[in-house]
């Protein structure tokens, strides 16, 4: 990508990130309450279908739901990302990567206020503060690549078939709701079969990166790393190449 | 002399019934019927050089491929056969509209860095004009209001005040005057002969015959994505406008 392209994409999300409250009374401020009245909500929520107590579930849940949130929100963001583009990209040169980097920049700056909320409420309701947490800005990496890469691929597909939107973001919900981010995998019974295949859920590995820091003060292991890495790094390179290969055809699609 | 733009046959072609061709069920019935999606010519198997310095008109009826020609210069738009040379080392700055990038609930002020920034001039670079672009758009007491407040008047000078201020060396333009009052297309005139003086090379689409012929040294007369002539501009616009039926 050219240089104008990079200072369109950082200079054209900040200017949203301005705009965004810009008409409301409490303006910069509801970039905090936002994530805050979410979290909350869910935790009350979730913590009576988990009969867990309900400080003890906050931490647990917000640990995992932050990036999940922000994974989920570059996801969906950059799939319209190039489609939403066209008033520029029928009009004047600018790299299509571009769109997805433009939508990433507005989500990372969003999940800092979220993960900044997040800590707040920590302060309330954590106990045991450990050496772990300093591995959360190495824990967020393969959740951003992960979401960038998948992003540019939906955004790639969502320019050619329309119809991909409604599966895309039914295949998230999908997921979600199977991920080990609203539940604690202890709710089932060792060796069960959901037990099981919680292995095979990608985003287990996903989660345990900030779930084990922050909920139960230990390291993420090597196989949550490695796998992690693999699976952000696979969809980073097949999106990124997607864009390169299709980036003469959008006009005619757009 | 120095190449600006090389294009070498090149074609662009649109789908038509581009609103079905997406459904599923028009894909079943080309697939059955045998027959592929119908395509309309915008560029058809055009050769063209245009030098550093040059001021070239492009004329022809509505739908001739005019804008779609402009866009390939560009590089907006890649077409699907022949090849586009550009000149990399000169600041090439598209005027296809006014006001391309510009959002509503940003300021005047805002707008200016985010299109100076599409233009592919730095933020200091833009900061440094800045007086000159508010006093050439006349907005001083306006520049921080949002443009979505702006006549269409205040609009159009501020997105040509930005494109002109700082000198491209190549600017392609697509009938954008006739906005403002009578007074500020004069200026704006004034300064697009200034540019073209200080060696500005351009590109005009525009259906103001006698401006292009009093402006330009070439001008190109498109017809259904074809080059029907090419050359001195008042005998191509004279053989032009008898084509169409006009006395001269």
Request: hydrophobic share 45%.
């Amino acid at each position: 990508m050219d240089s104008t392209s990079w200072r369109f994409s950082w200079y054209f999300a900040v200017s949203q990130l301005k705009t965004k409250y810009r008409f409301t009374a409490l303006g910069f401020l509801w970039n905090f309450l936002e994530p805050a009245l979410y979290l909350v909500i869910l935790s009350l929520v979730f913590s009576v279908i988990n009969r867990m107590n309900i400080n003890d579930y906050a931490v647990f849940l917000f640990s995992a739901l932050v990036p999940w949130r922000y994974f989920e929100k570059v996801v969906t963001s950059s799939m319209e990302s190039i489609v939403g583009g066209e008033w520029l990209l029928k009009k004047m040169y600018v790299s299509p990567l571009a769109f997805p980097a433009n939508k990433f920049i507005i989500s990372t700056f969003e999940f800092l206020f979220s993960i900044t909320v997040a800590f707040i409420l920590f302060a309330f309701l954590k106990e045991n503060w450990t050496i772990h947490l300093i591995i959360l800005p190495l824990s967020i990496i393969p959740w951003a690549l992960f979401g960038i890469g998948l992003g540019m691929i939906s955004a790639v597909l969502f320019t050619f078939f329309r119809d991909v939107r409604p599966l895309i973001q039914m295949i998230l919900t999908l997921v979600f709701f199977t991920s080990p981010i609203l539940f604690h995998k202890n709710i089932f019974e060792p060796n069960s079969l959901q037990a099981n295949l919680m292995q095979y859920h990608p985003i287990t590995y996903f989660a345990a990166l900030f779930q084990k820091p922050v909920y139960e003060a230990v390291w993420p292991s090597d196989i949550d790393w490695i796998i992690s890495i693999i699976i952000s790094l696979f969809t980073l390179v097949i999106g990124y190449n997607l864009i390169q290969k299709f980036k003469n055809k959008f006009y005619f699609y757009l | 002399m120095k190449t600006i733009f090389e294009l070498k046959n090149v074609s662009v072609n649109f789908d038509k019934h581009s609103i079905s061709h997406k459904t599923l069920r028009y894909a079943l019935a080309v697939k059955m019927n045998g027959h592929s999606s119908q395509k309309i010519s915008a560029v058809d198997n055009i050769n063209l050089v245009i030098n550093d310095g040059e001021n070239v008109g492009l004329i022809g009826r509505n739908g001739a491929g005019k804008s779609t020609l402009l866009k390939v210069l560009t590089g907006v738009i890649t077409p699907q056969s022949g090849t586009v040379n550009r000149n990399t080392g000169k600041h090439i700055v598209p005027l296809i509209e006014l006001g391309i990038g510009f959002q509503p609930d940003l300021s005047g002020r805002e707008n200016c860095y985010l299109s100076g920034i599409l233009m592919g001039y730095r933020k200091d670079e833009i900061e440094a004009r800045m007086d000159d672009i508010i006093k050439f758009s006349e907005l001083e007491d306006f520049i921080d209001e949002p443009v979505k407040n702006y006549s269409s008047g205040m609009y159009a000078r501020l997105a040509f005040a930005i494109a002109t201020d700082v000198k491209p060396d190549v600017l392609l333009v697509d009938e954008v005057f006739g906005v403002g009052d009578e007074f500020f297309m004069r200026k704006c005139i004034i300064r697009m002969q200034k540019l073209m003086k200080q060696g500005s090379t351009t590109i005009f689409v525009s259906h103001n015959l006698d401006f292009l012929v009093t402006q330009c040294n070439r001008i190109i007369w498109l017809d259904k994505g074809k080059i029907i002539m090419d050359g001195d501009p008042e005998e191509t616009a004279g053989v032009y406008r008898l084509s169409e039926g006009i006395a001269v």
